[in-house]
């Protein structure tokens, strides 16, 4: 069966660099989020889409942005990176808001 | 707004032993609660989820897990655990009022020792 892909796998990015994460979620499913685990963290929400639309948004950095695409793949996009920045992101998609949630096995990224 | 506790950081525990994983959430109005598991620099998987129905709730691995609304519990139980089972372990809730994005724990490492 389809499952959530995530990419790249790992990321190794520079201070004050920009990354992009992209996730395409499994087919039919048009509620995609994103968390974000730190080291020895739990996962942590930082923002949703359902539908193409911005359906929640957690504890985002406003150097974060996320959109939904019309192929309801979606994208995390980072800027100005800094050190705390380096976890692993997950995305995760479900049909409907209020399905069951499947998790790819995200994007580690390192930021140096 | 919803919060989940997961009391136990470390789980130790001698394999073929039983264990349980305890998690306690904040509201009881309608939520569904889900227990991930978590292997080093791996994804998280769904172990079991209670949505609705029997509060008896069983998963994957052997695992199972009860629904104790009056306690605002659901707690994670294998009758007999193996080494392969040593992992991280996070309890998440989710409901409509926290637009069913999941909530989650701080995370339980349990540790099989042979």
């Known amino acids: 069966a389809a499952g959530v892909i995530q990419s790249p796998r790992h990321l190794i990015k520079e201070k004050r660099e920009t990354a992009t994460l992209k996730c395409y979620p499994i087919p039919r499913h048009d509620t995609v989020y994103w968390y974000q685990q730190g080291p020895g963290q739990d996962p942590q929400f930082l923002i949703s889409?359902?539908?193409?639309?911005?359906?929640d948004k957690g504890s985002i950095p406003d150097r974060f942005s996320a959109q939904q695409f019309s192929d309801y793949h979606s994208e995390l996009n980072m800027s100005s990176l800094e050190l705390g920045d380096s976890a692993l992101y997950f995305c995760?998609?479900?049909?409907?808001?209020?399905?069951?949630?499947?998790f790819g096995q995200g994007t580690r990224l390192t930021v140096v | 707004a919803q919060s989940v506790t997961q009391l136990d950081s470390q789980v130790p525990v001698f394999e073929e032993a039983p264990v349980e994983l305890r998690c306690n959430y904040s509201s009881s109005v309608s939520v569904y609660l889900f227990w991930y598991v978590q292997y080093p620099n791996q994804g998280l998987q769904l172990l079991l989820k209670y949505l609705s129905g029997s509060t008896l709730v069983k998963g994957i691995n052997g695992f199972e897990a009860e629904f104790n609304k009056s306690q605002t519990s659901f707690h994670l139980r294998k009758p007999s655990v193996h080494i392969s089972d040593t992992a991280e372990y996070f309890c998440a809730v989710s409901d409509r009022d926290s637009s069913y994005k999941l909530i989650f724990g701080s995370g339980t490492r349990l540790l099989v020792r042979p």
């Open positions: 995760a998609s479900s049909f409907d808001t209020h399905t069951e949630a499947f």
């Open positions: 889409f359902y539908e193409k639309m911005q359906s």
